[in-house]
C-alpha cells in the first residue's frame, strides 16, 4: 500500500490561507482515491475533500466548497489541498488518507474516513479569531 506525508500545517489568523501537501510513496499514483479529512477534540473525524488521481475529478464538503481547493501532481505523487478565507471552524488535525480506486465513480462512493485504508500522521491547523 501506499505510504503518506502530510506538510504544510501551522497557525493562521481568521481569513488567511494555508496549503497543505501529502507526498505519497510505495504505490503509483494514477489510480487512487485521495481525500483529505480534519478532526477537531471531542469530534467525529470528517471529510473535507477527495480526488481521483487519474482524473483530477474533484469532490468537496459543504463546507470547503468555494474555499477550498484539492489537486494532485501525479508526476510527483503530491496531493495538495489550498485552503483560502480560513475560520475558526476549520481547526483541526488535517490527515491525508488514500484508497486504491477503478474508477471516479468508485472514488465518489469513498465518502467517510472508514473508507479508506492508507493514512498519513496529521499536520495540524489552527485558525485564531
Known amino acids: 500500500q501506499v505510504q503518506l506525508v502530510e506538510s504544510g500545517g501551522g497557525s493562521v489568523q481568521a481569513g488567511g490561507s494555508l496549503s497543505l501537501s501529502c507526498v505519497a510513496s510505495?504505490?503509483?499514483?494514477?489510480?487512487?482515491?485521495m481525500g483529505w479529512f480534519r478532526q477537531a477534540p471531542g469530534k467525529e473525524r470528517e471529510g473535507v475533500a477527495r480526488?481521483?488521481?487519474?482524473?483530477?475529478?474533484?469532490i468537496y464538503a459543504d463546507s470547503a466548497k468555494g474555499r477550498f481547493t484539492i489537486s494532485r501532481d501525479n508526476a510527483n505523487n503530491t496531493l495538495y489541498l489550498l485552503m483560502n478565507n480560513l475560520k475558526p471552524d476549520d481547526t483541526g488535525m488535517y490527515y491525508c488518507?488514500?484508497?486504491?480506486?477503478?474508477?471516479?465513480?468508485?472514488?465518489?462512493?469513498?465518502?467517510?474516513?472508514?473508507?479508506?485504508?492508507?493514512w498519513g500522521q496529521g499536520t495540524q491547523v489552527t485558525v485564531s479569531s
Open positions: 510505495g504505490d503509483t499514483f494514477s489510480t487512487y482515491c
Open positions: 480526488i481521483y488521481t487519474e482524473t483530477g475529478t474533484p
Open positions: 488518507a488514500a484508497s486504491h480506486a477503478s474508477s471516479f465513480s468508485r472514488c465518489f462512493l469513498r465518502r467517510g474516513p472508514e473508507d479508506f485504508a492508507n
